[in-house]
């Protein structure tokens, strides 16, 4: 599925990031998190085994969730990630060749930016989706007069020092979603953990949708 999809049938914006997750626990972890209405997930390509684990969360998942690699750092990442089947890919920079290499391969990328400069030069190279990072050293204001100057069309998550507590602030200085790692998932967390974590960030997100 592609994140439009899944945002247009009312998905939270919120993107897992399993950083660490290993092929063995990755299932359960996916579970719990689908189930509770999380349906975005990131493994990010410095975890151990990441192919693996992204090909078998596509494989169970696909009809449900969104699924990508994080990290993506270069070409042999990129069409690494491709060969998994999963759709999103992730990057911490703005690294053009990388970006297109992604969109060509079909892959929707959302590469890390900082300044309006990098954020135009990853837009120019074919992304549709940003992410701010990392989000919690620059705060709402900072995201908010971002995105006066970029085009509508483009779309901005904050990642970085996001979680429940401050999904609606984000939202409110004009994320399209947030990105959630070490509040979310840390190696080692149970099935169970990851699920309770999960539901209460839905809850945050369905409660400032209706403010």
Not at 74 to 86: C, K, Q, R
Not at 142 to 155: F, G, H, N
């Amino acid at each position: 599925m592609t994140v439009d999809d899944l945002l247009a049938s009312g998905t939270a914006p919120i993107v897992a990031i399993l950083r660490g997750i290993a092929p063995d626990e990755v299932l359960a972890i996916g579970e719990a998190l689908v189930e509770a209405g999380i349906r975005l997930i990131e493994v990010p390509f410095n975890s151990p085994d990441p192919a693996t684990s992204i090909r078998m969360l596509q494989q169970a998942f696909a009809d449900r969730a969104a699924i990508g690699g994080g990290t993506v750092l270069d070409i042999a990442a990129v069409e690494a990630l491709a060969a998994t089947g999963g759709t999103i890919m992730v990057t911490p920079n703005t690294n053009p060749a990388v970006i297109a290499r992604g969109v060509e391969l079909g892959l929707e990328p959302m590469p890390g930016f900082v300044t309006p400069s990098e954020a135009f030069q990853a837009i120019a190279a074919g992304a549709r989706r940003l992410k701010l990072f990392p989000a919690v050293a620059f705060g709402p204001a900072y995201l908010k007069a971002v995105r006066e100057i970029l085009p509508k069309t483009v779309r901005v998550w904050a990642v970085g020092g996001t979680g429940a507590d401050n999904l609606a602030d984000w939202l409110a200085a004009g994320a399209e979603g947030i990105g959630v790692g070490g509040a979310l998932y840390k190696p080692g967390d149970s099935a169970a953990v990851v699920g309770t974590r999960a539901r209460a960030l839905v809850a945050a997100w369905q409660a400032a949708r209706s403010v």
